[in-house]
């Protein structure tokens, strides 16, 4: 059985029973209007981590992670645009070394590309994962017209967390589920998040 490593968020590692399998590829699916970005910016803190960022500068990722209240580490980043950006993110990541954290977010720019050549991507991230010890997670954007690929990348996945957002009112209902563990056990029930300043157990009503 592959060595569980720290995700570098406490209750994600109690309830997958202290972390996650070396070798693992987890995709990460959040609305894009949440503070879902605060468990990316997290998970930067057990492992050295290569932040792969399709949108956003590496200045602006490299300012949200200073500003955050939350304890991270000091990530390398990487901008992977161009024309090629599914090329330019597999060099990246093929510099990614043992025992690495990798963040590809978001993932979305990548699931629009040709399928064959995005499957190959996929299994490569995962060759490579296995191969170094690491882990490597995709951030995908949840909303009304995901990208043509995202069933791909939820099948490819060895792990799928999904964080839900409800909007009551003033009250913001965050919950945090393990839809897929492959070759793990799916915690019974969501995880009731307190996503103000960092992750932490919502207590405020229903989990202790």
């Known amino acids: 059985m592959a060595e569980k490593l720290s995700t570098g968020v406490e209750v994600l590692d109690r309830e997958l029973a202290g972390g996650l399998p070396a070798g693992s590829v987890v995709a990460y ?3 894009a209007a949440s503070q879902g970005e605060l468990l990316l910016y997290e998970l930067t803190r057990p492992r050295e981590t290569l932040y792969l960022t399709t949108i956003r500068t590496e200045d602006a990722v490299a300012d949200a992670i200073a500003a955050a209240k939350a304890p991270t580490g000091e990530p390398k980043i990487e901008l992977v645009t161009g024309e ?12 990614a070394f043992e025992g690495m954290t990798v963040i ?24 490579h994962m296995i191969n ?6 995709l951030h995908a954007l949840e909303g ?12 490819m996945a060895d792990v799928v967390l999904d964080l839900d957002v409800d909007r009551k009112g003033s009250e913001i209902d965050s919950r945090l589920t393990v839809q897929k563990y492959r070759g793990g056990k799916i915690p ?11 992750v932490r157990v919502d207590t405020s009503r229903d989990i202790a």
Do not use: C, M
């Not at 993932?107 to 995962?126: F, G, S, V």
């Not at 170094?132 to 997670?137: E, K």
């Open 188 to 198: 019974s029930e969501s995880i009731k998040l307190d996503l103000t300043e960092r």
């Open 29 to 31: 699916q959040a609305p």
């Open 144 to 155: 009304p017209n995901p990208p043509a690929h995202r069933e791909t990348t939820q099948h």
């Open 132 to 137: 170094t010890g690491g882990i490597a997670f």
């Open 84 to 95: 090629d950006p599914i090329d330019s993110t597999r060099r990246a990541v093929r510099n």
């Open 104 to 127: 590809i977010d978001p993932i979305d720019p990548l699931e629009r590309a040709d399928r064959a050549r995005y499957e190959q991507l996929l299994n490569e991230i995962r060759n």
